[in-house]
C-alpha cells in the first residue's frame, strides 16, 4: 500500500495549478447518460474517483473516449445494461449518480446501495423519495436499489436536509420528466451551478441553479454538448491552508475566487494576506505563525464541510485557541486523534472540536480515513517537526491530483513510497 513520506519544517512558497473539481466531474459523467449524441469534456481531474466511474460508465456499454489531457467524449448510445453493481458502488458512494439519469432516460435502473462510510451513515432517502415523487417504483431488495417507471413526471420536490447529490440526481431526472420539477432547499453549491450549466447546454430548461429553489421544466431529449469542468474549490483551499499553516506565500491559479468567500474570510481571520484576481488568489503569511479561528460547517455559501479537516490542523499549529462545530456529517473527526498522536491539544465534545494550538507538532506515523482526513495529515505533516509517514493514502488518490508534484513544487519535502 502506497505511503507519503513527509519532512515538515519548510514555509511554503510558490505557485500551483487547480485541477477541475472532483464533485463537479462525477456528476457532469452521469449526465451523459441523459443524451442521445457524445457529451465532450474538458479539465477533468485525474483522480480515482473518476476512473471508477469511466469505469461504471463502460461497465454499462457506455463508449468513453479519452483524449489528450484526459478531454473525454462519452457516448452514452451504445448502452447495453442499467446495472450499477456492487463491486464499483462500494469503492465509490457517489455511483448513486447513475440513478437519477438511468430512470429518466430509460425508465429503469438497478443499483447497488452505497454503504456508509468512514464520515457518516451517508443514506439515499432523498434521492429515493424524490424519485418516487416523480412517479418512479423503487424496491429495494438485496442491497440493489430497483426503479422503474414508463416516465416520470415533474413533481414538486423538499428536500430535507440539503443535499448536493440528492439535488444532483434529481435535477437530472427531472430533466427528462413530463411537465415542470421544483426542487425547494436546493443545494446551492457551485458544482451543483456547473452541472446545471452542463445540462443546460444539453437542452435541458433550468432556472434557479445556485438558489435554494429549482424549476426544471422536462424535456422530451437531451443532446450533447461541449462542457469545461469548473475549477476544484476544495483543492483550492487545501493549498491556501498549505500557506496559511507553514507561514509561507502560496499562490494558486486556474481557480475561482468567488466560490472561496467562506474560506478565504476565515483565512483573513487567521492572519493571512489574500489578494486575488479573476482566475487566481494568493495567501501570504510574511513568515507570521497562524492565528487561531473558529468555524461551524453548513452547506454552501456557509464554511464547506469539505474544509473542516484541513482547518483543524491549522488550528491545531495556531496561536489561541479555536472551536471547529460539524453540522453536516455524524462522523467527521476520524482525523483528530491522528493529530493528537502528533501532539496536537484537541478534545472533542459532541460535534465540536476544542483546540488549544501547539508551539509544534511532532513527526509520526499516522493513518487516513478518508479524503479529507487524509489531506490534514499530510498538511499536518508539513509543519511537524521530522518524518510523517502517512499511510492509506489511496483516500487522498480519490481527489487530490498530483499532490506530492504540486506540494513539492511549492518548496515540500514530500515523496511517495510503496511500503
Ligand atoms: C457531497 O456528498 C460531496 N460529494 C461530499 O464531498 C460533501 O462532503 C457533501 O456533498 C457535503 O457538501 C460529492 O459531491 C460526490 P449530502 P453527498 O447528500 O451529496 C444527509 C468529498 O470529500 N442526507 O449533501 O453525499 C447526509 O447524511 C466528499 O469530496 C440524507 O439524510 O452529501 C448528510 O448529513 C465527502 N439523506 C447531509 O444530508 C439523503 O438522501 C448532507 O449530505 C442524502 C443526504
Known amino acids: 500500500m502506497n505511503q507519503l513520506l513527509i519532512t515538515g519544517g519548510d514555509r511554503l512558497d510558490g505557485e500551483v495549478r487547480i485541477s477541475g473539481a472532483k464533485n463537479a466531474t462525477l456528476p457532469i459523467l452521469a449526465a451523459s447518460l441523459l443524451a442521445d449524441s457524445p457529451l465532450a469534456i474538458t479539465n477533468v481531474p485525474h483522480l480515482d474517483d473518476v476512473t471508477i466511474t469511466l469505469t461504471l460508465l463502460r461497465s454499462m456499454g457506455v463508449e468513453v473516449t479519452v483524449g489528450d489531457h484526459l478531454a473525454l467524449e462519452v457516448n452514452s448510445s451504445t448502452i447495453r445494461e442499467f446495472i450499477a453493481p456492487y463491486e464499483l458502488v462500494r469503492t ?72 448536493v447529490t440528492g439535488t444532483e440526481n434529481l435535477m437530472m431526472a427531472a430533466c427528462l420528466a413530463a411537465g415542470e420539477t421544483r426542487i425547494e432547499n436546493a443545494a446551492r453549491e457551485p458544482e451543483v451551478v456547473d452541472l446545471a450549466r452542463c445540462l443546460s447546454a444539453m437542452g435541458a430548461h433550468i432556472e434557479g ?24 474549490r476544495i483543492e483550492s483551499a487545501t493549498y491556501l491552508v498549505a500557506g496559511a499553516l507553514t507561514g509561507g506565500r502560496v499562490k494558486i491559479k486556474n481557480t475561482c475566487p468567488d466560490m472561496l468567500g467562506a474560506v478565504l474570510i476565515k483565512l483573513q481571520e487567521a492572519g493571512g494576506t489574500i489578494r486575488s484576481n479573476g482566475n487566481w488568489v494568493e495567501i501570504d503569511m510574511q513568515g507570521r505563525r497562524p492565528q487561531s479561528v473558529s468555524i461551524r460547517t453548513a452547506p454552501y455559501p456557509e464554511f464547506p464541510t469539505d474544509m473542516q479537516a484541513q482547518f483543524t490542523t491549522l488550528n491545531a499549529v495556531a496561536e489561541g485557541a479555536g472551536t471547529i462545530t460539524e453540522t ?34 511532532t513527526g509520526a506515523p499516522v493513518m487516513a480515513t478518508d479524503l479529507r482526513a487524509s489531506a490534514s495529515l499530510v498538511l499536518a505533516g508539513l509543519v511537524a517537526e521530522g518524518e510523517t509517514r502517512v499511510d492509506r493514502i489511496y483516500h487522498i488518490d480519490r481527489g487530490y491530483e498530483c499532490i506530492e508534484e504540486k506540494l513539492a513544487q511549492l518548496g515540500a519535502r514530500i515523496h511517495r513510497i510503496a511500503s
Open 92 to 163: 465509490m458512494r457517489a455511483s448513486i449518480l447513475v440513478l437519477g439519469p438511468l430512470v429518466a432516460r430509460f425508465g429503469r435502473a438497478d443499483v447497488s446501495l452505497p454503504g456508509g462510510c468512514a464520515i457518516g451513515a451517508r443514506p439515499v432517502d432523498l434521492h429515493l423519495r424524490g424519485l418516487e415523487a416523480m412517479g418512479a417504483t423503487i424496491e429495494v431488495e438485496n442491497g440493489y436499489i430497483h426503479a422503474r417507471t414508463k416516465r416520470l413526471k415533474g413533481a414538486r420536490i423538499l428536500m430535507s436536509p440539503v443535499s
Open 209 to 232: 441553479a445556485g438558489t435554494d429553489m429549482l424549476h426544471i421544466e422536462g424535456v422530451d431529449s437531451l443532446h450533447g454538448a461541449n462542457h469545461a469542468v469548473l475549477p476544484d
Open 328 to 361: 453536516v456529517f455524524e462522523n467527521r473527526f476520524m482525523h483528530v486523534q491522528e493529530l493528537v498522536r502528533m501532539g496536537a491539544d484537541i478534545h472533542l465534545e459532541g460535534n465540536t472540536a476544542f483546540i488549544r494550538g501547539v508551539g509544534k507538532l
